[in-house]
């Protein structure tokens, strides 16, 4: 039997966290319904197509019920959930009246914060500690805290914070003696989102990383989360632009069509887009919002149709345009004997509905994990990530329908089924004959 009430806790009070946190309750309370949601509404097939046999994931696992699910958070800015997301204008009226109290309720502990990671934020809610090792050691306690006053047996950690100006991985990073002895000696180049994962494994808590940081993609955390037995996956939550970009190239490579070049840029309004306006916080965003395409057009394989394509990448702050951004995207294509084609994509999307539901699913999927004694970078999440983790020497898989497909494999073993292949040769009957090899 499992523990009930499990904490999630989300790095930054902002759109998403607090999108995520009020669409549970709203769910809870029968008012929404879970829409983007794998653990909610995804299914999987279970044995050949002809038994017909599909059941919901949360039947297939046992996943935690949304009824156990509490929230946390830190944040460098000290409002509660309600203001947060009355100010950032995703949520209508009725939807903000309902979760009102909910979101009152969810106060941030103080945050983590260096201003020359993250310049653009008025940060009035930080942590005293200053030294690296006391500032992890805070977060600890927070985390136990937590725990302890939201009435949780177990907790996960979700980084939705903001993006931080771009830094080569640091080299005390390198492995986990050397982050411990840059941690001793407060080596500038450890970042906050190093400093919230490094806690949180420590604390035995799962840790997703939404962001484009450095945080658990550096061997150094890989080495942690396995010597703590606890499960890591990230990074940059795939929600919008880059999604259909993991849609469409597998889409093109497919047909074998050419790829002359692809332009995409974005606007939005919300923090996230003030906060990427500083050039060094961008070159993050861009370096895990570009490097899709060569990982599932393959030009080391197919040079040429995709060696020389052209990929610009931008994204432009316009306060206006709030939450709801808006992706355009031009691709250039070329077909049969050279012939230049185009495709045009205008993607109006909400910014924080997109994420929040990945939100949701990574807590409950980590959970699952850490429950079966998982640990280490979990690559069957790659599905809800820009810039996905895989283990040292392997490429991490981009097509979101392979991804999709390793998910869905992957809990079927977890449950104890046949994985699904779509080979399908047994309704071939005598119509192909094969030649089949005897063990």
Not at 227 to 245: F, H, R, V, W
């Amino acid at each position: 039997m499992r523990d009930k009430n499990i904490a999630v806790l989300t790095v930054g009070l902002g759109a998403v966290s607090t999108t995520a946190m009020a669409g549970v309750e709203l769910v809870r309370r029968g008012r929404a319904l879970p829409i983007g949601s794998l653990t909610q509404l995804g299914t999987a097939r279970l044995g050949p197509r002809k038994q017909q046999r599909s059941v919901p994931l949360r039947e297939l696992l046992p996943l935690t019920s949304l009824s156990d699910i509490v929230f946390g958070a830190w944040d460098v800015v000290d409002e509660d959930g309600a203001t947060v997301a009355a100010r950032s204008r995703v949520l209508s009226l009725e939807d903000l009246s309902t979760a009102h109290e909910f979101l009152t309720e969810i106060r941030p502990k103080p945050g983590c914060h260096n201003p020359d990671r993250v310049r653009r934020i008025r940060a009035n809610h930080t942590m005293s500690e200053t030294h690296l090792r006391d500032q992890i050691d805070r977060l600890r306690r927070d985390i136990q805290d937590f725990k302890s006053e939201l009435g949780a047996s177990r907790a996960v950690v979700i980084h939705t914070g903001s993006t931080e100006t771009y830094l080569q991985p640091p080299r005390a990073a390198l492995s986990l003696s050397d982050l411990e002895r840059a941690l001793d000696r407060d080596d500038p180049t450890i970042g906050p989102a190093i400093l919230y994962a490094y806690a949180a494994l420590k604390e035995g808590a799962p840790f997703a990383n939404g962001t484009p940081n450095h945080c658990v993609d550096l061997p150094a955390l890989w080495e942690l989360s396995r010597e703590t037995n606890t499960p890591i996956a990230g990074k940059d939550l795939k929600s919008g632009q880059t999604m259909l970009k993991t849609v469409l190239a597998p889409a093109i490579k497919a047909r074998l069509l050419g790829l002359r070049g692809w332009f995409s840029t974005n606007i939005l309004g919300n923090r996230d887009g003030e906060v990427l306006d500083d050039p060094d916080a961008f070159h993050a965003k861009e370096l895990t919002k570009s490097g899709v395409l060569d990982h599932i057009l393959q030009p080391d394989v197919y040079p040429e149709l995709y060696r020389d394509y052209s990929h610009k990448v931008a994204i432009h702050y316009y306060p206006p345009r709030g939450d709801e951004k808006e992706g355009w995207d031009n691709i250039d294509i070329t077909g049969w004997l050279g012939y230049p084609m185009q495709i045009k994509v205008n993607f109006l999307c909400r910014d924080s509905i997109l994420a929040a539901p990945l939100v949701l699913d990574l807590a409950l999927f980590l959970d699952l994990a850490k429950r079966k004694s998982w640990r280490g970078i979990q690559e069957w999440l790659s599905f809800y990530f820009k810039c996905p983790m895989a283990r040292p020497g392997v490429q991490p898989e981009q097509d979101l329908f392979i991804q999709l497909t390793k998910l869905k494999n992957t809990l079927r073993v977890l449950a104890g089924e046949d994985t699904i292949t779509h080979l399908g040769l047994e309704y071939y009957g005598d119509d192909l004959p094969l030649q089949r090899s005897r063990a």
